[in-house]
């Protein structure tokens, strides 16, 4: 396997991004310590969470589950067909799985004269005061 290491761990956040599962590394830690990435069943709460080739990892990407297991450690961050090799897949996306999006939560309305001043009101007080 190209571009795999010989130490047979790596940081879980750092995996996530020379995986191309994140962004940034970043984004990769933060989901760490969201609480809403699972390594081999367990919650993961710290970003330097050690992940070994056979791990399996489960999070939500894009409105689905993804379930993937570790096949190698990268020694960088390559294009993603390389990246493409790192893991593979145990459950891949169906349309059907996406995770339901509440679309029914009420759109907040304010009446006239509540929250900020707009700029109109602001002039309008600065006109009285005399400014």
């Known amino acids: ?15 996530l991004w020379l995986a191309r599962w994140c962004k940034t590394r970043t984004m990769a ?11 081999n069943g367990q919650l993961v709460h710290k970003a330097h969470q050690a992940v070994r080739p056979g791990d399996v990892l489960t999070f ?6 993804r379930i993937i297991r570790v ?9 993603a067909s390389e990246a ?6 145990l459950d891949p996306p169906r349309p059907e799985a996406r995770l339901p999006v509440s679309n029914d939560a009420p759109i907040p ?3 006239p004269g509540e929250g900020r001043p707009t700029k109109a009101d602001r002039r309008a007080v600065d006109r009285l005061r005399g400014r």
């Open 1 to 15: 396997m190209s571009g795999a290491v010989n130490d047979d761990r790596l940081r879980l956040d750092k995996w």
């Open 29 to 39: 830690a933060a989901l760490c310590q969201s609480g809403r990435l699972r390594l």
């Open 60 to 65: 939500s990407r894009s409105g689905y589950v």
């Open 71 to 79: 096949v190698a450690l990268p020694v960088r961050r390559g294009p």
């Open 84 to 89: 493409a090799t790192l893991y593979e897949d």
């Open 109 to 111: 309305r304010r009446e």
